[in-house]
């Protein structure tokens, strides 16, 4: 019975996000109770239990959170996202046009978010694929692919901090963002070659362009929107300075202090944290705002940011709700103890997190929900070192990938902005997913074999 009541609460997770539409948010809180009833954990304890859960996430990856989630937005109010784009395009040059497109892709996604970032490259994708005559098609599945590596695998994208944060990685983010980027290259590549497939390609659905307009979220603009745009160092000075300090404090804390343990040490371990990172690069993103009322403009950044944030701030809560909970039944020895002879290993969180993704649509709700669920499993499934839990997000953020369909909004973005009816868009975008995480997990899988 012990395995039917968490089946049973997976289910509910699913029929209530996909069926019914409810918010993820309420799903996972109701999810929380469902397990205290079903696991029968004391009364009075439950309250506690969950309100616990909630505020511990949150106490130190809600700020990060924020913070990365207004930097992204104002890249992309200011039309750095696109000065970001355009640079990577002249330094790679038009030898390889669909790899330029999704490198482009994965670097613009590392501060906005995929949906924001595809429709803010439209137009320059269209014009590139047109000037070097390749398909949009293929152009399309390249710049989606793109995004999708880094949305689901480098922080400060929310899904993966959150996942980090659930297993215990909030304080060694830049371990997270070093692997996330070897992971990333691969699943770009997966994503890069499933669209050179479709180099001969044309879009099929000669609707999609009148259906741009419904499908375009209210405020994103588009390159001709811009009369003035940042230069390329200030464009990258908001997200490139935090990661390298980030990294940077990572690499202070290794046990063999390569930064001694002297005022060095502590200062970079100070300014590499997360919150302190991210809090500079915020003030660097400020200084892309350029009119005479910038001081209104930087306010009215920050209350978007914290209206954007906010969906993913109680979704997370309510997922570390969610796992304080499920932590204190004993699913976590019971599954443990039969994942171990089963011998799934790192292979577990990929399969549960696929199927919360491929069910429901979200890539956020599959990485905040099964990071959830495996916390308690780690050491019975061998993931329990440090770079054991890097490898477990890593393998929940490729099943969160796995697979982009018709419930997921990113998909209706690709298709309608690239013109391909539903079925080519399954063919060529969903399949590419699917592709990216198969290949992405094969790849995690081989480096636990040679570090873990």
Known sequence: MIVFWLVLTILFIIFATAKLKWHPFLVLILSAFLVALFYQV???????????????????????????TIIGLIL?????AIVMAESVINVLGPRFPTLTMSIVGAVVSVPVFCDSGYIILNSLKESLAERLHVSSVSMSIALATGLYATHTF???TPGPIAAAGNLGLESNLGLVIMVGVVVTAVAVLAGWWWSNRFLNATPDNINATDAQAATLPEGIKTRDDYSKLPSATMAFLPIIVPIILICLSSVANFPSAPFGSGMLAEVLIFIGNPLT??????????LLIDSEQKTQQISDSISQGLVVAAPILLITGAGGAFGAMLKVTPIGDYLGSTLSALGLGIFMPFIVSAALKTAQGSTTVALVTTSAMVAPLLNQIGLDSELGRVFCVMAIGAGAMTISHANDSFFWIVSQFSRMSVAQAYKAHSMATGIQGVTSIVFIWLLTLVFI
């Open 42 to 68: 004391p009364l009075n304890t439950v309250a506690k239990t969950i309100s616990d859960g909630f505020g511990g996430i949150l106490g130190y990856i809600g700020l990060v959170i924020v913070f990365g």
């Open 277 to 286: 990172a991210l809090l500079i690069g915020l003030f660097l993103s400020f």
């Open 154 to 156: 480098v922080p400060p």
């Open 76 to 80: 992309e109010k200011t039309g750095a």
